[in-house]
């Protein structure tokens, strides 16, 4: 048990810093996230990135980050299994493993998960706000679940305000604004 509140406090305290505030709603209708029939325990709730930012992953023009924020993480996972040589060429190694990671963790497929994050070089992520906002967000899950092979959390809508810059902030790039500070 000690192991467990360890990984929480962990997770909670990670989780406590990305997210600007604001109220979490369930994320539903993308399956059950990897549960396997019926707990009678609590499922930690953890908070997906906050939407706002694009990032566009070229070509094929995929809105990745937007469909992890809404929770779209099916549809997100088919997307980068599409992802042929060219995408690897355009946008590095790195931001098609962060992505399949993250689309694995989100459906609680956590093998695949883990192993798509082991393969995540120095990252490479161009600099860019959204992709290191997703490797900030994904890194404690990935720990705590190193940790705890029993943890499996209910991802929910963030609440939070988005880290990196929007459309909304007048941006003409959004996705090269500032970087997140780990």
């Keep these: 048990m000690g192991t467990r509140f360890g990984s929480t406090l962990l997770l909670a305290g990670a989780l406590l810093l990305a997210s600007c505030g604001g109220e979490a709603t369930p994320v539903s209708g993308d399956g059950d996230n990897g549960a396997s029939g019926a707990t009678t325990e609590e499922r930690d709730e953890v908070a997906l990135p906050a939407g706002g930012p694009v990032d566009p ?4 023009n995929t809105p990745a980050y937007e469909l992890l924020a809404a929770g779209q ?5 088919g997307h980068v299994e599409s992802w042929d040589d060219q995408v690897v060429d355009v946008e590095g190694p ?3 493993e962060l992505y399949r990671s993250a689309a694995h ?5 956590w093998e695949e998960a883990i192993e798509a994050f082991d393969r995540i070089g120095t990252p490479e992520l161009k600099g860019i706000c959204p992709r290191e906002a997703v490797y900030d967000w994904l890194l404690p899950l990935i ?3 190193k940790a705890d092979p029993g943890f499996e959390p209910e991802f929910v809508a963030s609440g939070g305000s988005p880290l990196c810059p929007t459309a909304d902030d007048g941006e003409d790039e959004p996705t090269v604004g500032p970087t ?3």
């Design 57 to 60: 992953v070229v070509p094929p």
């Design 105 to 109: 963790a989100c459906l609680g497929e």
């Design 180 to 182: 997140v500070e780990s």
């Design 73 to 77: 993480c099916s549809e997100l996972q």
């Design 143 to 145: 720990e705590a679940r």
């Design 94 to 96: 790195d931001t098609v």
